[in-house]
């Protein structure tokens, strides 16, 4: 249970300096993501747009204030791969572990689900045991890791990687439908 109310909804691009202010503090000062530089709020303003038009991004709000987010995109550009998709949580620093990215996660799963993707896939730099514990609390399994993938403030990083089974795997009879 949450210890303040929340409120999960979409994104807008009204969302943007919100959401980039919460990337840009994993941006600088983590290797959570290998990203190097921080998107500007019309480059996340454009992320958040993509993700929707395919995918969804959620944001998590207390008092009005959006405090996390999670999207789903597209894993590769290949059309094999149409079928599955990848996942990540960012939550402003501080709100780890205190049940907001559980919340989002189960608000965003059904909904990539709903849309006809079977596969949602999570890569995690290593080690963080947070992200690891909420993946694997929702059942993503072990797939493999890269070992020393990434450069970032003077050390390499491992990705494990993450895979969870959306929906059965039946065969599949049209492609993921963005507004299901």
């Known amino acids: ?9 979409p994104a807008t691009a009204a969302d943007a300096p919100a959401c980039a202010a919460i990337y840009a503090d994993y941006v600088t000062d ?3 993501t290998f990203e190097t530089e921080v998107p500007s709020i019309e ?3 454009g992320r958040i747009q993509r993700s929707n038009e395919r995918h969804a991004w959620l944001v998590l709000e207390v008092d009005g204030t959006v405090v996390g987010y999670a999207y789903g995109r597209e894993y590769h550009a290949r059309a094999a791969y149409g079928w599955s998709c990848e996942a990540s949580v960012y939550l402003r620093m501080g709100r780890r572990r205190t049940g907001a990215g559980r919340a989002l996660y ?9 849309r006809g993707y ?3 896939i999570a890569g995690i730099t290593q080690p963080n045991d947070a992200s690891n514990g909420l993946h694997y609390a929702f059942g993503f399994t072990d797939v493999g890791v890269m070992y020393k993938i990434g450069w970032k403030h003077g050390v390499w990083h491992d990705v494990a990687w993450l895979q969870l089974d959306l929906t059965p795997d039946e065969d599949p009879v049209k492609p993921p439908d963005p507004v299901a």
């Open 1 to 9: 249970m949450p210890s303040e109310p929340w409120q999960i909804r």
């Open 30 to 32: 983590t290797a959570i």
């Open 43 to 45: 480059e996340m303003a």
């Open 106 to 114: 189960q608000a965003l799963l059904p909904r990539l689900a709903e």
């Open 118 to 120: 079977r596969r949602v």
